[in-house]
């Protein structure tokens, strides 16, 4: 037993004694993490903040992908110019009267023509229809007065007729888009951010050309709109702005006179979607800023507990002679106050334990002086002796002391093997009661008639103490009697 003490005081010490390198290292080395783990942060505190923001980017990225107000935006865009189209497609063909032969756009007698009396259709079919821009340009100028909205018209040969982007009043002022201005090099930011805007939310919708003067036939929404059909699209202008067109036919009765192409401005619907973004963005932030306070917060609680808790149990491993505090967090009432708890239970265990094997070391110690200080006395004396009979009664003496070494060497093996095996064993429920009356009836039997007989007294259970639980204790039976 005295070895095996040594042994573990001098693998302490070796232990505390190990080289720098070995002694500043906080825990065993990390094992290489493969596939996406090595992202997740090591720290406690850094992977709570990673997840909580992590979850919060999931839940923006799903409410920006999954949003439908894009297409709700553009629907109702849709829908308003295509009323507007059909109001304006109608006051040009009501404005429209027969005469010689073709069709004059009078704006003053719109509402004269209501009541005029309609044309036969083998009339109307002999008849050509050509559009006057100078009369169906005041209509254009006055039903898409304060609109961004753009006018086109087109005739039935494809030819445009008029553009409201070209409409001007006397004294009005010509304004014209300038091109887009270089970006700055010097904002790499501002570069990354539109790159990142570009990238997530670009548009996979078709590229729009721009109108010629003769090539309206060419585009699928003004042949429909010819073909007496009204056709609403979405497209991109040559900047990757949105853009929405609706056309619809101008006809009077049956007959086609040609084609209105009514769309957004460019940047219109893309501005309303980038507010929208902004308040979304704006959110995320102040959330994430929340978020991480918390989640900073929250590992405080958690990761600041297990920090202490993790150098002290160091510190135990490292100073074994002295004796260290453990941090007291019972009054958490939490996970980290159990094991807090645990720990402290532990250590106190720890340091009995050690305080017992000093404690029995000592008493081996003393045990085993004892015998042999006797023994070197009668060695000693041995060589001094005189006579046949002194020499025996030492040599008596130096038996009885060899055969008291070996009783005590046994007494400490079977006490090590002992303390070995209860380590080790499971223990269960005994009941006192039961194994003491075995033991005494056992011992009863056997007695010789000149030995007193043995006689069980069991005290009464205080008040309120269950019966059978009174005696039982967790442990072996087998040693427990071994012990009585």
Not at 80 to 107: F, K, R, Y
Not at 195 to 215: H, K, M, V
């Amino acid at each position: 037993m005295l070895d095996k003490v040594q042994a573990a005081q001098a693998e302490t010490r070796s232990e505390g004694e190990e080289s720098p390198d070995s002694t500043e290292s906080t825990g065993p080395a990390a094992p290489q993490r493969g596939g996406f783990r090595h992202l997740i942060p090591r720290r406690l505190t850094s992977r709570i903040v990673f997840l909580n923001l992590l979850g919060l980017v999931v839940l923006v990225a799903g409410i920006l992908y999954f949003n439908q107000f894009r297409q709700g935006l553009i629907d109702a865009r849709v829908q308003s110019l295509t009323t507007q189209a059909h109001i304006i497609a109608a006051a040009i063909a009501g404005s429209a009267t027969v005469d010689t032969g073709s069709i004059v756009i009078d704006p003053d007698s719109l509402s004269d023509t209501l009541d005029e009396a309609r044309p036969d259709a083998d009339q109307l079919s002999g008849l050509d229809f050509p559009i006057n821009p100078e009369t169906a340009g005041p209509i254009l100028r006055r039903l898409l007065a304060n609109t961004t909205v753009r006018a086109r018209i087109v005739d039935p040969e494809g030819n445009l007729v008029v553009d409201s982007r070209f409409l001007y009043s006397r004294g009005d002022i010509i304004q014209s888009e300038l091109p887009p201005l270089a970006v700055d090099a010097g904002n790499p930011l501002k570069q990354l951010w539109d790159s990142f805007l570009t990238w997530a939310f670009s548009y996979d919708y078709p590229r729009q050309p721009e109108y010629g003067l003769d090539n309206g036939k060419d585009f699928p929404e003004v042949a429909a709109a010819l073909n007496g059909a009204s056709v609403s699209l979405v497209r991109l202008n040559d900047r990757g702005q949105i853009v929405v067109l609706v056309s619809v036919p101008v006809q009077r009765y049956r007959a086609v006179l040609g084609a209105l192409v009514l769309s957004t401005s460019g940047g219109e619907i893309d501005s309303v979607l980038g507010a929208e973004r902004r308040v979304v963005f704006m959110t995320f932030g102040l959330v994430a800023l929340v978020t991480i306070l918390l989640s900073v917060f929250l590992a405080g609680t958690i990761a600041a507990p297990l920090r202490k808790l993790a150098a002290a149990a160091e510190r135990v491993r490292r100073g074994v002679n002295k004796r260290v505090e453990i941090p007291d967090y019972t009054a958490r009432q939490d996970e980290i106050g159990e094991l807090s708890g645990a720990i402290r239970d532990m250590t106190t265990s720890l340091y009995n334990r050690i305080d017992a094997i000093e404690a029995f070391a000592a008493d081996v110690s003393h045990e085993l002086k004892n015998p042999l200080t006797s023994l070197r006395s009668a060695v000693e004396t041995l060589s001094f002796v005189k006579t046949d009979e002194q020499r025996a009664r030492l040599i008596d003496i130096v038996k009885h002391d060899v055969k008291r070494l070996d009783r005590l060497i046994t007494d400490i093996s079977d006490a090590s093997r002992l303390d070995a095996e209860l380590a080790r064993a499971e223990l269960h429920a005994v009941d006192m009661v039961k194994l003491l009356t075995a033991i005494v009836d056992l011992a009863n039997e056997v007695r010789k008639p000149d030995q007193a007989e043995i006689q069980l007294d069991i005290a009464r259970l205080p008040p309120g103490m269950d019966p059978v639980r009174g005696y039982m204790v967790v442990g072996q039976d087998s040693r427990l009697g071994q012990v009585v």
